[in-house]
């Protein structure tokens, strides 16, 4: 399975970016799908996720409000629409995904067998 991300760039605060990531193929009916962020001399930290079959999502409360993460069974993508970003955005964002979690993993990064490549959001003040 390969995921493609796509969408980060710069942007200032109290902007929005949206970011896309679609997968090769899905494995299983439990596919999981989600977003981790990594900000420089930080730990990677769970952003959010979204069960491709019946829409559950989930996400790190400093996100609640201000990111959506939605998709597209269909194509087998995520997207995860942020807007009001704030400096403390800035990171390197990575698309994941798995077919086996059950939702208390959602927020683990090892639980978590894919990995797409970093897509960079930048947040100036």
């Known amino acids: 399975v390969q995921l493609q991300a796509s969408g980060g760039g710069p942007a200032q605060a109290g902007g929005s970016l949206r970011l896309s990531c679609a997968a090769s193929?899905?494995?299983?009916?439990?596919?999981?799908m989600g977003w981790f962020r990594q900000a420089p001399g930080k730990a990677r930290e769970f952003v959010a996720a979204?069960?491709?079959?019946?829409?559950?999502?989930d996400y790190t409360d400093s996100v609640k409000g201000r990111f959506t993460i939605s998709r597209d069974t269909a194509k087998i993508t995520t997207y995860l629409q942020m807007n009001s970003l704030k400096p403390e955005d800035t990171a390197v964002y990575y698309c994941?995904?798995?077919?086996?979690?059950?939702?208390?993993?959602?927020?683990?990064?090892?639980?978590?067998?894919?990995w797409g490549q970093g897509t960079q959001v930048t947040v100036s003040s």
């Open positions: 994941v995904a798995d077919g086996t979690l059950i939702r208390s993993s959602w927020w683990s990064s090892t639980a978590y067998v894919y």
């Open positions: 979204i069960s491709l079959s019946d829409g559950t999502t």
């Open positions: 193929e899905r494995t299983s009916r439990r596919w999981v």
